[in-house]
């Protein structure tokens, strides 16, 4: 399967529901911004921590370079559930390696996200409930668990919310969240205030910003079991209180996110190497299985 790219013409029109702010022109992005479905290996160039950089600093240069990408490790295969995984800030889908490695190749198919970070996080989240549903509507999957980590727990966040009570859709059934700032990092809001050019993701990662506030004025759909994972081994800081070496506590434990979990793990780990702990793998790859055996329905029924 090569992917089910998304085209633009000379003056390409829009798709529809596609974000407008993501959908330049084609001179300037190139002929496909939007990838779907492609099978990539970890060994890929595209995912290499230069373009997860480029993708934060310069989000206009990744899409132009990379696109928009929803990735499979894998062809599709109705039999197995896929996992959706969300990376955060100057991330890549090489960030989800070790917990991949250890994914039940029988029961699971890994997806990503892959997705300029430094993009307003509405409109990335907006971007990737669109190519859900397109591949939700080629495939006719009926679950679909979601992993994320950091910032892109706020992107999932979102996209789930858009998907349930807008789209109306249930195929949602598990949301885990790793280390996620849920009320934004306040040093954005002093990059807001000073850079003579401010990332654009900055401004949704202000403390209490329209784009957080939206977060938390409905609650995941029922369908939808959240878990809720945080890291506390950080250092002392000046700039930034009880933190895990990146995020304060406060914000990995904001109580609205805290108040729609079901259990809550924490883990003597820092922002990055939680991706990688034994502990955290193995809970994780618990709470999927517990899940499927739960929901055992799989992807597409039967003709």
Known sequence: ???????????????????????LSADKLGDSIVKIGQVVGFDDPILSQEYGNKGYWEPLSFIREVGIRLLFKEKYDADKIPVLFVHGALGTPLGWMDIVDRLDPVRFQPWFYYYPSGLSLSKTSAAL???????????????????????????????????????????????????????????????????SVAVPSWYDMVPDSPFITSLFARRLPESVAYDLFFSYRGDCSLL???????????????????????????????????????????????????????TPQLATPSP
């Open 1 to 23: 399967m090569k992917g089910l790219d998304i085209h633009l013409s000379a003056s390409p029109a829009r798709p529809d529901g596609f974000p407008e702010e993501i959908s």
């Open 129 to 195: 409930n669109w190519m859900v549903n397109h591949l939700h509507r080629h495939y006719g999957f009926r679950e679909l668990y979601v992993v994320a980590h950091s910032m892109g727990g706020l992107v999932a966040r979102s996209f789930i919310l858009k998907n349930g009570h807008e789209n109306r859709q249930d195929i949602v059934k598990l949301f885990v969240s790793i280390s996620t700032p849920w009320n934004g990092h306040k040093l954005t809001a002093k990059g807001v205030r000073q850079a």
């Open 240 to 294: 930034l209180e009880n933190n895990d070496g990146t995020v304060e506590l406060s914000s990995e434990l904001d109580d609205r996110a805290q108040s729609e979990a079901l259990r809550i793990y924490g883990y003597n780990e820092d922002h990055g190497t939680i991706l990688t702990s034994e502990a955290v793998i193995a809970q994780i790859n618990l709470l999927l299985q517990q899940k499927r055996i739960l």
